[in-house]
């Protein structure tokens, strides 16, 4: 089992930046890819961004650009920063895990958290 953690949101003006972080713990050896997704008030979870443990990443064409995800080979700590933020990227982020690369493979998820980008 995996749990995962994230923090670091909170309320900005458009424009502005934000750093989210996921702490993973548990059998994290198990783990291929740690990803965030953002769910905007009344529509579905989007996939935002991936890192997988071979240090490759993939970004939604919505935030390449302004949004970099990092980590390292462990998947321990993964972490999204978050530059040139826009209204439009108001709602809850979760931190996604699993034994893949892919969103297929996401088992584990954490409890989310609110980054609310003001006009």
């Known amino acids: 089992q995996v749990q995962l953690v994230e923090s670091g949101g909170g309320l900005v003006q458009a424009g502005g930046s934000l750093r989210l972080s996921c702490a993973a713990s548990?059998?994290?050896?198990?783990?291929?890819?740690i990803a965030w997704y953002h769910q905007a008030p009344g529509k579905r979870r989007e996939l935002v961004a991936s890192?997988?443990?071979?240090?490759?990443?993939s970004y939604a064409d919505s935030v390449e650009g302004r949004f970099t995800i990092s980590g390292d080979s462990t998947l321990k700590t993964v972490t999204l920063q978050m530059d040139g933020l826009k209204p439009e990227d108001t709602g809850v982020y979760y931190c996604?895990?699993?034994?893949?690369?892919?969103?297929?493979?996401?088992?584990?998820w954490g409890q989310g958290i609110q980054v609310t980008v003001s006009p």
């Open positions: 996604a895990a699993g034994g893949g690369w892919f969103p297929s493979d996401y088992d584990y």
């Open positions: 548990g059998s994290t050896f198990s783990l291929g890819a």
């Open positions: 890192f997988r443990s071979d240090g490759s990443t």
